[in-house]
């Protein structure tokens, strides 16, 4: 499997961005794709995450309410709403699939080359 993230930028506080990963190659084999965001100079983290057939879907309760994902299954594409972005949501955002309902970031592989999301106060 192949992912491609993309859509990231610079936004100012309280703006919205949406991230997109693309996903190529052996999909079926696997049950959800997650986000991971990594500040400067920190740990990954997940973010959230979203099962392809939208059943099951997971997020940080540091975002939500404010983040929202979402599938184009035709496309093989999940999406990440990032709504009333705040500047401790820096990082570069990257996708990656698992075959569990899990959000254990061991529990996830073929990650996406990450896209950078920079907010300004």
């Known amino acids: 499997v192949q992912l491609q993230a993309s859509g990231g930028g610079l936004v100012q506080a309280g703006g919205s961005l949406r991230l997109s990963c693309a996903a190529s190659?052996?999909?079926?084999?696997?049950?959800?794709v997650g986000w991971f965001r990594q500040a400067p100079g920190k740990e990954r983290k997940f973010v959230g995450s979203?099962?392809?057939?939208?059943?099951?879907?997971h997020y940080d309760d540091a975002v939500r309410g404010r983040f929202i994902i979402s599938r184009d299954s035709g496309k093989r594409t999940m999406y990440l709403q990032m709504n009333s972005l705040k500047p401790e949501d820096t990082g570069v955002y990257y996708c990656?699939?698992?075959?569990?309902?899990?959000?254990?970031?061991?529990?996830?592989?073929?990650w996406g080359q990450g896209t950078q999301v920079t907010v300004s106060s």
């Open positions: 190659g052996r999909t079926g084999s696997t049950y959800a």
């Open positions: 990656a699939v698992t075959l569990y309902d899990t959000v254990l970031m061991h529990e996830y592989g073929s």
């Open positions: 979203m099962s392809w057939s939208g059943s099951r879907t």
